[in-house]
Structures are given as structure tokens and as C-alpha cells.
């Protein structure tokens, strides 16, 4: 399973690969979508057209995004609204399934405490990632992104798999 972690966000969008064999993960790729200040709609198409190319080019078999919160400036949480909505149609036009993980649940499973910062996580997907070379902390929060997403899915496929042994 390839894994495609996205941390979105309308300056710049983190994203990060890595693939899953049984319990191990091996780092694939990470880097940053910028958008350069201008219009929002431009920005908007720019942080598409680099995604679409991060798929082509990785071939990812499944993708998670992290889930955005609401502060107190609404209309900056709009934009990053916005650019969260980028993140999830580029890996939905490519057929994948999406999965969708609020800040504090990636930090859980990659650090084991739901309100960890960043150095923190950063040391975690290091560990987790051996040799990784990080493009920047928002690549980095993909990877852990995408680090919570295998977790997750590995332990769906475990229920999954002894609910079926189960009832047979």
C-alpha cells in the first residue's frame, strides 16, 4: 500500500509518501506545494496542478488529509477551507479513498499524545522514517499524516480480518 499524506494549507501544502508492508513503512517522498501571492483562484489552481502532478508521478493507493479547525479568524479558515477542498478532490479524481484525521489524532498516533508540537512530531516520523531528508514542517506533518492513515488502516484490516475469521 502506498500511503499519500496531505497537510493542507494555502500558502503551502505538505505532502508526503510512504509506503506500508505489514508494519513497516518506508519513506517514499515528501515536499511543499507553495502558492505565490496573487488572486485566490490562481493560488488555488497552482496548489491543484502540483498535487495532480505529486499523484501521477507517485501512484499513491490511498491518500489522507488532515481535517481543518475553525478559529477565530473565519475568513482565513475559509481560504484554508478552500485549499482543503484542493486536497481532497485531487486524490478523489485519481480514485482513491480518502481518509480524513482531525490534528490531535495524527499527533496521537504518531507520538502517542494527542497534544504534542512539532518538534515532537518531527523527531517521531524521523524515528519512524529513518534517513528521511524533510522539504519542511509541512511535509513533515504529511508524512505524519500519512503515518496515522497506515496505522488506522492496518488496524481496520486486523478487526476486519478477525471479524471474518470469527463468523466462520
Not at 31 to 54: I, W
Not at 55 to 67: D, I, K, L
Not at 129 to 151: E, K, M
Amino acid at each position: 500500500m502506498r500511503v499519500l499524506g496531505i497537510d493542507p494549507g494555502l500558502r503551502s501544502t505538505g505532502w508526503g509518501i510512504v509506503d506500508v508492508a505489514g508494519s513497516r513503512l518506508k519513506h517514499v517522498a515528501n515536499g511543499q506545494c507553495t502558492s505565490a501571492a496573487g488572486p485566490l483562484g490562481q493560488r488555488l489552481s497552482s496548489l491543484f496542478d502540483q498535487l495532480t502532478a505529486v499523484v501521477s508521478c507517485f501512484s499513491p493507493t490511498t491518500a489522507a488529509v488532515e481535517q481543518t479547525f475553525v478559529n477565530r479568524d473565519g475568513a482565513g479558515t475559509l481560504k484554508l477551507g478552500q485549499a482543503r477542498g484542493i486536497a481532497m478532490v485531487v486524490p478523489a479524481q485519481a480514485g482513491l479513498d480518502i481518509g480524513e484525521y482531525a490534528p490531535n489524532a495524527v499527533k496521537k498516533a504518531v507520538v502517542g499524545v494527542g497534544h504534542a508540537d512539532k518538534t515532537q512530531v518531527e523527531h517521531m516520523v524521523r524515528l519512524q522514517l529513518p534517513g528521511v531528508d524533510l522539504a519542511g514542517p509541512d511535509a513533515t506533518d504529511a508524512l505524519a499524516i500519512a503515518i496515522c492513515h497506515a496505522h488506522h488502516m492496518q488496524s481496520s484490516t486486523q478487526l476486519a480480518a478477525a471479524l471474518a475469521k470469527g463468523a466462520a
